[in-house]
């Protein structure tokens, strides 16, 4: 089992940033690839970024591509994503994921375990 904590949401005016962090426990963590995923209301949630074991493999949505940043410490058993020049279209839940992979894994499917979520609000 792996226990994934996310932590540093909040509400930002537009342009402005927010670093989320996702604290990790249980199984080694570098044997995990990690994922954050976003749920705005009413809609599906969708993915966000994405990074291999070793940190040197990343993917990105489409809409945070030159924006956001996802890095991990396997040391500190945390992953993170810097999130910068927000705008208000990025609000939503963001969820930490984890599965166990040594590739990079973009589908909401393909995770395993996931925390409680972590509230941004961007406002105009």
Do not use: H
């Amino acid at each position: 089992q792996v226990q994934l904590v996310e932590s540093g949401g909040g509400l930002v005016q537009a342009g402005g940033s927010l670093r989320l962090s996702c604290a990790a426990s249980g199984r080694v963590f570098s044997s995990y690839a990690m994922g954050w995923f976003r749920q705005a209301p009413g809609k599906e949630r969708e993915f966000v970024a994405a990074i291999t074991w070793s940190g040197v493999t990343t993917r990105y949505a489409d809409s945070v591509k030159g924006r956001f940043t996802i890095s991990r410490d396997n040391a500190k058993n945390t992953v993170s994503l810097q999130m910068n020049n927000l705008k208000p279209e990025d609000t939503a839940v963001y969820y930490c994921a984890a599965v166990r992979s040594y590739a990079v894994v973009i589908e909401r499917r393909g995770y395993d375990y996931w925390g409680q979520g972590t509230q941004v609000t961007v406002s105009s």
